[in-house]
C-alpha cells in the first residue's frame, strides 16, 4: 500500500489539516478524520510521508476504543468505508485503514497528560525544581524511573507552536471545577488501565495524552487513543532507568534530525530511505506487540 502524504475529497468541505489529519465536515454534526503518513518533528512537516504510520494510528485508535468503551464513551461512529455517506466510498484508495467517521465534540481546549515515569519535559523540570508541572516529587529520582504514582500533568491546546503546560487551578478556570475533576481522574483511570494491557504485552506506557469533549452533554474521548504519537511506548525488556529508553515512535526521526546542521526551523530537511523505513517499522511493531497481530 502506497504512503498518503494529502488527502484530497473534493466533493467534502475540508474543515481543518493538521500536522497529520486531514479533518473534512460531514454534514452538521459528523467529521471525518483522514490520517495521513505525514510525521512531524519540532513542530515541523517533514516532507517525507512515513508509510503505514497513518495506518497504524487510526487502527490503534480503534483497538483502544473498543479495549475502554466500559470506561469511557468514545466519538466514533465506523471505521468501514462501506458504511459511510457519499461520496466518500469513492475515495476507498485514501480513506480505507486510515479514516474515522466521528460524531463532532465540542472539544475542551486542555491536553489531558497522564504520565507514569520520569521523562522528557517532566524530567527537565525535576530536575531544575524536583517538581513535575508543580507537583512536588520524591528527591532521588533517576531519568525515566517510574513514578510512585501516575500525574495528571495538563497542558493547554495552543493554536500554533507548543502546548503549554498548565497548573491544575488553570484546568478549573477554563472548564470548570467539576469538569476539571473528571477530566484529571478519568485520564487516570485510562492510563492505568492502558498502562496494565501495554504491561502484559511488553510495553512500558511512559506517559500518553487524551483529549476530550461533550457530545450531547457526556463526556467523550476523542480524536486519537494511544498511539505512537500521542504516547511514549518503551520496550519493557530493554528499560533501565537513568538514562533515556528507545521508543516506538519518531524518536529516531528526531534522533536523525539532531545530528544534522538544522536549526529547527521550516523547511524541514529530507530523510534518508533507512530513516524513513526503520521509523515505519517502529509504528508497525508497536501495533504488532499491543493487538497481537500484524498490521
Known amino acids: 500500500m502506497s504512503a498518503l502524504y494529502e488527502s484530497s475529497i473534493p466533493d467534502v468541505p475540508l474543515v481543518a489539516r493538521g500536522k497529520v489529519r486531514d479533518v473534512y465536515a460531514v454534514g452538521d454534526d459528523r467529521l471525518l478524520l483522514v490520517a495521513t503518513d505525514r510525521l512531524s518533528a519540532f513542530d515541523c512537516v517533514l516532507p517525507d510521508p512515513i508509510p503505514d504510520k497513518g495506518r497504524v494510528l487510526t487502527q490503534l485508535s480503534l483497538f483502544w476504543f473498543d479495549f475502554l468503551a466500559g470506561l469511557v464513551p468514545n466519538h466514533l461512529i465506523t471505521a468501514n468505508v462501506d458504511e459511510y455517506p457519499a461520496p466518500l466510498p469513492e475515495y476507498r484508495d485514501q480513506l480505507e485503514g486510515r479514516s474515522m467517521l466521528v460524531r463532532r465534540a465540542k472539544m475542551i481546549d486542555v491536553e489531558c497528560v497522564a504520565r507514569g515515569y520520569l521523562a522528557g519535559s517532566g524530567w527537565k523540570e525535576y ?87 461533550w457530545i450531547g452533554g457526556e463526556l467523550t474521548l476523542a480524536d486519537e487513543v494511544l498511539t505512537p504519537d500521542s504516547s511514549r511506548f518503551w520496550p519493557a525488556d530493554s528499560y533501565e532507568p537513568g538514562k533515556p529508553q528507545p521508543s516506538f515512535d519518531k524518536q529516531y526521526v528526531r534522533d536523525y534530525l539532531e545530528s544534522l ?13 533507512d530513516v524513513i523505513e526503520k521509523t515505519s517499522e517502529k509504528y508497525r511493531e508497536a501495533y504488532r506487540r499491543l493487538t497481537g497481530k500484524p498490521l
Open 127 to 213: 530536575r531544575a525544581h524536583g517538581t513535575i508541572c508543580g507537583i512536588p516529587l520524591p528527591a532521588g529520582l533517576r531519568e525515566c524511573d517510574r513514578l510512585p504514582e501516575p500525574v495528571f500533568t495538563p497542558a493547554y491546546k495552543a493554536k500554533s507552536g507548543h502546548d503549554e503546560n498548565i497548573p491544575f487551578s488553570k484546568v478549573e478556570s477554563l472548564a470548570g471545577k467539576e469538569t476539571a475533576a473528571r477530566l484529571r481522574d478519568l485520564t487516570l483511570a485510562i492510563y492505568r488501565k492502558a498502562a496494565a494491557y501495554a504491561e502484559s504485552r511488553g510495553i512500558l506506557l511512559a506517559d500518553t495524552k487524551f483529549e476530550f469533549g
Open 261 to 273: 546542521a538544522w536549526d529547527k526551523n521550516p523547511p524541514a530537511p529530507s530523510l534518508p530511505p
